[in-house]
């Protein structure tokens, strides 16, 4: 799952906390060499086209790359560290323009599709002609390589040395618009599944209802008064330790996190997925590959000040990246992780009643799903990981309902979204507690994750069996469990009137067997 404003879903709104240094330079590029071999109207149109681009200030991602260029040499001998390049396939993007741009526009993106499609057209010229350059410098090599008269051979070295200043220059350029291209492409979201809605989040459309409001016949109240009656959370001395939305679970909210963790993890497992806990540090790398902008001027993100390090906001991201730049034999595939970390979001512009007490904090423990499958099994496994969080809320006995977001609500990577929002009595609404996304191969095009199909075929000439060529993997996430808002709803929903709350039956053995959490006699 991503980064919402909630815990569940994939966009970024988000307030910039540190900024994360690039390890690469700011540069700006010098123009090409005049080349004698050109002649001065065909430098100048190669200077026309290929200058406007090279007037803005960029700076590389920091950190190892999926894909890499090759550094860059200038004047000063400085080496920059080349950019991390997605296997994006422009030539589909430019075939499917339309296509692209009302994806765009439906998902209220910012991206600039022209500027995209006019640097792909400016990349494939300059790649045009770095290779006619190559050519001619395998002629002139071919050509020295026979007896020649001195001054024939001195007049091939001239040409070859003249050939080899206008590449080398050329291929810079190269190097500098194909990063710019990846750089404004890479802001591209994932196409949208047909059936998305298509608006804002209120135009989701409603998939499943499950169970109904529960009745009380007494005042209800919400998480925050019921945990101080019962002692159960600390939030004014988390507040004046840390700062705001961060809390002290204690007694038996301690005992109803480990067991809602380790009931997640026991029913998850069960159904066939690895148990994993992950580092909660990342490069930024890695979560730009994940789809998120850490370096955004709103971000959800926490950076490590002097560093190309992050805190995750979710364990989507080191679990994506256990397989980074790797091909997967296909007898592996499905790959199901079930992992469990602590995740940490700024939760930027939240604010209000809304998001008082646990229901929207900096810090909390999220058990997630995560699927790595071949391409035509997604929408299948999509639909497993919704049934898994149906299964686990229904066995809860909680009242929520199912939605199929909106295309505004989608973020960057989700192809489909289906987030569960429960019933909380006490807030008065619902709230969301998970989502379930399909990211098709938006992920793994990024994190270079491919997989080779088994179904090689035999040459009967030479009697080799022929690989199938490698490819891009699909990959899927969903939440479920995020600790601070299952605790919500548990004691909203499960309150008694005489101020206890009701253990679901399911938690008790991993609560040590306590039916019931008690007021604290005085």
Not at 3 to 27: D, E, R, V, Y
Not at 97 to 104: S, Y
Not at 383 to 398: A, Q, V, Y
Request: proline share 6%.
């Amino acid at each position: 799952m991503g980064f919402p404003w909630g815990i569940g879903g994939t966009t970024l709104h988000s307030l910039k906390l540190a900024a994360i240094p690039s390890s690469s330079s700011i540069f700006r590029p010098t123009l090409p060499k005049i080349l004698t071999l050109y002649s001065r109207r065909h430098f100048f149109k190669l200077q026309r086209s290929i200058l406007p681009f090279f007037t803005r200030d960029f700076s590389a991602p920091a950190s190892a790359p999926a894909l890499q260029t090759t550094p860059i040499i200038h004047e000063d001998q400085k080496v920059a560290k080349p950019q991390w390049r997605a296997a994006i396939d422009f030539k589909w993007i430019r075939d499917n323009k339309d296509a692209v741009a009302a994806n765009i526009k439906n998902r209220n993106s910012n991206t600039d599709l022209e500027l995209v499609l006019e640097l792909y057209e400016k990349m494939s010229n300059l790649q045009k002609e770095v290779e006619r350059l190559r050519g001619e410098r395998n002629v002139v090599a071919n050509k020295m390589k026979g007896k020649l008269e001195p001054s024939e051979r001195q007049k091939l070295i001239e040409e070859g040395k003249n050939i080899k200043e206008g590449l080398v220059s050329l291929e810079e350029d190269l190097i500098l618009l194909t990063d710019k291209l990846q750089q404004e492409a890479q802001c591209i979201p994932n196409m949208a599944h047909p059936d998305v809605p298509i608006g804002g989040e209120d135009c989701s459309a409603l998939r499943k209802m499950v169970g109904s409001p529960r009745d009380f016949n007494f005042p209800v109240k919400d998480h925050l008064q019921i945990g101080k009656e019962l002692d159960l959370f600390d939030l004014d001395a988390a507040a004046e330790v840390s700062g705001s939305k961060f809390y002290y679970l204690k007694n038996e909210a301690v005992l109803l996190e480990m067991g809602l963790i380790n009931w997640t993890l026991s029913e998850v497992m069960k159904r066939g997925f690895i148990p994993l806990t992950t580092p909660e540090i990342v490069r930024s790398s890695v979560v730009e590959k994940c789809g998120f902008q850490p370096r955004g001027t709103n971000t959800q993100v926490y950076s490590i000040k002097d560093s190309d390090q992050c805190l995750i906001g979710t364990a989507e991201i080191p679990v994506g990246g256990i397989h980074m730049d790797s091909i997967l034999a296909d007898l592996t595939l499905p790959l199901k992780y079930v992992a469990y970390s602590h995740c940490f979001r700024t939760e930027a512009g939240a604010a209000g009643t809304a998001t008082r007490g646990l229901y929207r904090v900096h810090q909390f423990s999220k058990v997630e799903m995560f699927i790595l499958c071949r391409p035509e099994d997604s929408d299948t496994y999509h639909d497993e990981l919704i049934r898994i969080e149906e299964d686990l809320f229904s066995s809860l006995g909680i009242h929520f309902k199912i939605l199929d977001m909106a295309s505004g609500d989608l973020g960057a990577p989700a192809y489909r979204k289906f987030d569960v929002e429960a019933w909380m009595p006490g807030l008065g609404r619902y709230g969301e507690i998970s989502s379930a996304s399909n990211c098709t191969d938006y992920q793994s095009r990024r994190l270079g994750i491919r997989f080779r199909p088994s179904d090689s075929s035999t040459n009967p000439k030479k009697g080799k069996a022929s690989l199938a060529p490698p490819q891009f993997v699909h990959t899927l996430n969903a939440t479920a469990c995020a600790v601070p808002r299952m605790i919500v709803c548990l004691l909203e929903n499960f309150q008694q009137e005489d101020g206890s709350v009701i253990i679901p039956e399911q938690l008790r053995p991993f609560m040590g067997g306590l039916h019931r959490i008690i007021p604290k006699s005085k």
